[in-house]
């Protein structure tokens, strides 16, 4: 049931309509981020953002898209 919870607070209901730039590019943004605050040296941000990206919708849902 989590990809319901997940296509729910995307509010759209069918796989086809999902925009996939816009999930791709969330995604890359945070990974980017993560990146940068590791180059850093920001070990805490580094953490964060990690346990972001994995409760983040549009990750799951790349992930999913990914496997499938």
Same mark, same amino acid.
């Given at each position: 049931r989590i990809?319901?919870?997940v296509t729910k607070m995307l509010k759209v209901n069918r796989w086809e309509d999902i925009d996939?730039?816009?999930?791709?590019?969330n995604v890359f943004r945070k990974q980017n981020q993560m990146y940068r %605050?590791?180059?850093a040296g920001n070990i805490t941000e580094v953490r964060r953002l990690q346990r972001d990206i994995l409760r983040d919708?549009? %990750?799951k849902l790349l992930s999913v898209k990914r496997v499938t």
């Open positions: 990809q319901m919870k996939w730039k816009t999930v791709e590019l %605050a590791m180059l919708p549009y %990750a």
